[in-house]
Each structure stands twice: as C-alpha cells, then as structure tokens.
C-alpha cells in the first residue's frame, strides 16, 4: 500500500451516531491529498460530502474498522522462517478468538525481523474479525458506491512510540497504543492492560497527520482471501479501449499482409521461372511468344520426331475414340515399343465392321499397318500398329 499519497478515508459510525436514524450506515471520512487531510466530517453519503462523484479518480478508498469489532495482536516468533512465522501468527491469532475458524476472517503481516538473542526473530501483527461483520460493513459501503481497495484496523492508525502508552481518538472511537497493544480505550479495562503506567492523550492535530501517512505505512490488510477485492474486467476505461482497437487493427493489417506478401514472392517466382522456360524454348523454337505456345510447338516437334508425351496419348485417344462410336469392336491388348510405335489387338465380327476403324485412323493421318487373321469362331482379328 506504500506510495499511494492521495486517498478517501473512511471510518463505520456506531449506529446510535446516526443523526437521520433508519438503517443506512454513516460514516466519519477523510479526504486526503499529497500526505495531508484537506476535508473531513461525517456522512451517509460521503462521496457527495466530499464533492466527488464514483467516476473520478479519487484514489485508494481505505476502509478502517473500529476496534469493537476486530482485534489486533501483535507476537514473537524465532529460530523459524518469515512465512513460518506468519502461519504461527494466524493459528495463534484464531486460537485466542471467539468463534468458529471457519467463520473469523484474520490477516497477518510481518513488521520486523531481525537478531534478537542470538536468534532470528520475527515480529507479526494480526487483526481478526468476524466474517459476517465484515460483509456487513462492506454492504454498508457499496450502498453509497464505494468499494474498499484496503481495510485496515483502526486502532494501527498512529504508530507505536517505542515503549510509551498513550490514547487517542478517532470520530467517536477512543482507541489505546501500547508497544504490544492497539485496542479500544475502555477506562475499566485500561488498567488491566497497562497498569499503573502512564498514558497521555495524543491532540488531533497528531492524529490528523497520521491520518495523512496512512496509505504510506506498511499494515495488516484485511483485504485478501475471500475479502479480496474484486476486479471488474469487463469495464475498460476509454484509454484501455483505444488501445485493444489499435492493437487489433494492426493484427488485422499484419494478418492481410502476410498471405499478400507471400503470393507476390510466388507469383514473382513463378513469372521468373515462366520467362527463363520461353527463353530456352525460343532458342530452339524461335516462334514461341509465351509458355503456351512454347508447349504446343515443343509437343509438336516431339510429335514429329515420334518422341514425347503425345506420342502414345493422341494415337491412343484416337483408337478409343473410333472404338467408342463404332459397336462390336473390341481391343484385346494395348501396347507401346520404344520406337514410338502404339500397338493394339482389336476383334471384330467381320471385315466391314473391322474397316469403319482403320479407315478413320488413317484420315485423320496416323500411319497404320493391320496383320489380319480369323479366328476359329469366325471373328476377324487383326495385329495393329499405329505411328502419329
């Protein structure tokens, strides 16, 4: 809590103090800015007392709880840990209560270590409260729209003096420091809490000040496990807003960008690959103007020389073609030499019927040779080849 100068300060008022009557809690509250009090008084709307409204910034709201209704104690711990120390002081603290563990809500913080008798010593203030009460305080809060970012014990409000007693008061809350004690000032008790020692009453100038230093001071908080406050992550504030669309934008731009960047390094590749196989291919075939015509020539003059792709596929396309339309022929076998020749076993039932396929090979100007023989059933069958 060090560091925060700027704070709202607020302090539950027994219930017979409130002058409207009814059941709204009223506060005694503190305005304090840059270590100093600049506004007091009492309220049951202490954001308009203090002429704030819940959308301005007004710093840490502390939350501070009379001693009637929490207790503070301070212990000893040596030869153990720091968070040793503090599981001791929380087990020693809820001991020493009334009430069932599981309905006390305590909160423990280390406020010195150091040798002590040859022996690492740690010093641990705790404060205790009932869990129900405090969820009491806090609805009396947020009926007047204000939520508690510390709560702190009262009675810790001005520090210890080294090893002297004194009292002070805070609204209508008297409260006794002693080095081991902050506790409520209550004269039939005061004597069995200090004895016969003597105990000055600090002026509320004093009280005031520390006050003021309040956020700076290191104190046992209240505000944690269940009590921790809750943070509302669905409200943005506008800055926050501005700068999730920005981020976003930009996510967006980059997330185009990368596809687009990334096609224009292929189609760059590929435009370059496409110029280098036009200029190899012009070197021989000085007609080409473009990959698609460099592909029809080239396959052309494959064609030609009896080599190529299409030196099987077109022959080939061609025999199925004529097949397809003309019923009763059948290709027995297909084959391929390494001359460039496509041959084929094709039956027919006849002479004319075996005609209707050589004759449309040879117009469309394959060069063909047909050994025929006839078969015992009568079928006509002929060994052909065919050359592009």
């Known amino acids: 809590m060090t560091g925060e100068t ?22 005694a509250w503190w305005k304090c800015v840059q270590g100093k009090c600049v506004q007091h008084g009492e309220s049951g709307n202490v954001l308009a007392a203090a002429s704030r409204s819940p ?24 030869d153990i840990t720091a968070p040793q120390a503090l599981a001791a002081a929380r087990m020693a603290a809820l001991e020493n209560s009334i009430g069932d563990d599981d309905a006390l809500h305590v909160s423990a913080l280390v406020t010195e270590s150091g040798q002590d008798d040859d022996a690492m010593a740690h010093h641990v203030q705790t404060v205790v409260i009932e869990s129900a009460t405090l969820d ?7 009926a007047i729209g204000l939520d508690p970012d510390h709560i702190l ?36 008790l005061r004597e069995l809490l200090i004895g ?34 809750k943070v509302d992550r669905s409200l943005l504030a506008p800055e926050e807003k501005r700068i999730i669309a920005g981020l976003l934008a930009v996510l967006v731009v980059v997330t185009l960008l990368i596809p687009g960047i990334r096609l224009l390094r292929y189609q760059a590749a590929t435009d370059s690959v496409v110029e280098e196989t036009v200029s190899q291919a012009q070197q021989v075939l000085p007609s080409v103007t473009d990959l698609d015509s ?15 792709p299409r030196i099987f596929s077109a022959p080939a396309a061609a025999l199925f073609a004529i097949v397809q339309r003309v019923e009763n022929i059948t290709i027995r076998d297909l084959g391929y030499r390494a001359d460039g020749m496509l041959t084929a076993v094709v039956a027919a039932p006849d002479n004319a019927t075996m005609n209707q396929l050589l004759l449309p090979l040879q117009e469309q100007g394959y060069t063909i040779t047909a050994t025929q023989r006839q078969e015992a059933g009568g079928a006509t069958v002929i060994d052909l080849t065919v050359r592009g």
């Open 6 to 27: 700027d704070s709202l300060i607020i302090l539950p008022l027994p219930h017979d103090d409130a002058a409207d009557g009814g059941d709204a809690m009223r506060f």
């Open 55 to 78: 959308e301005q910034d007004i710093g840490p709201v502390i939350l501070l709880l009379p001693a009637t209704i929490c207790a503070v104690a301070r212990h000893r711990f040596s």
């Open 136 to 142: 009491a305080v806090l609805s009396g809060c947020k």
């Open 153 to 188: 014990p009262a009675a810790l409000v001005v520090p210890r003096h080294g090893e002297e007693c004194f009292r002070f008061t805070l609204g209508p809350y008297g409260f006794l420091r002693a080095p081991a004690i902050a506790a409520e000032d209550d004269p039939a």
């Open 196 to 229: 016969d020692r003597p105990s000055e009453t600090m002026d509320e100038d004093a009280v005031v000040a520390a006050l003021g230093s309040l956020s700076e001071r290191a104190l046992p908080d209240l505000r944690q496990g269940g009590f921790a406050k």
């Open 294 to 308: 460099a592909e029809q020539q080239v396959d052309a003059a494959l064609l030609e020389r009896g080599t190529g």
